[in-house]
Nanobody, 111 residues
Framework: QVQLVESGGGLVQPGGSLRLSCAVSGNTYSTYTVTWYRQAPGKQRELVALWGSGNIPHYGDFVKGRFTISRDNTGNMVYLQMTSLTPEDTAIYYC?????WGQGTQVTVSS
């Protein structure tokens, strides 16, 4: 059974950093097909980061160079390193692969 499990969220002050993790199990898809999304209260879910053609990372316009998507060599973990966080980054962050979703991890940016 396919499972995606996010972790690493929490409360951070503006300007701070967090690294989110997505543990992927139960399938043989490449982790280059894993995508990060987020959903803020009262807003639609939006794309944060993915690997596009040629496994080149692409990011939502709001990222502006602050986030980095990566994966480990085992092929089981995908990460989202986030820096220079602002209150507007407060949301539940999800990883997605094909039709499968994790439960999300809450990121709250507040002083």
């Amino acid at each position: 059974q396919v499972q995606l499990v996010e972790s690493g969220g929490g409360l951070v002050q503006p300007g701070g950093s967090l690294r989110l993790s997505c543990a992927v199990s139960g399938n043989t898809y490449s982790t280059y097909t894993v995508t990060w999304y987020r959903q803020a209260p009262g807003k639609q879910r939006e794309l944060v980061a993915l690997w596009g053609s040629g496994n080149i990372p692409h990011y939502g316009d709001f990222v502006k160079g602050r986030f980095t998507i990566s994966r480990d060599n085992t092929g089981n973990m995908v990460y989202l390193q986030m820096t220079s966080l602002t209150p507007e980054d407060t949301a539940i962050y999800y990883c997605n692969q094909d039709v499968f979703w994790g439960q999300g991890t809450q990121v709250t940016v507040s002083s």
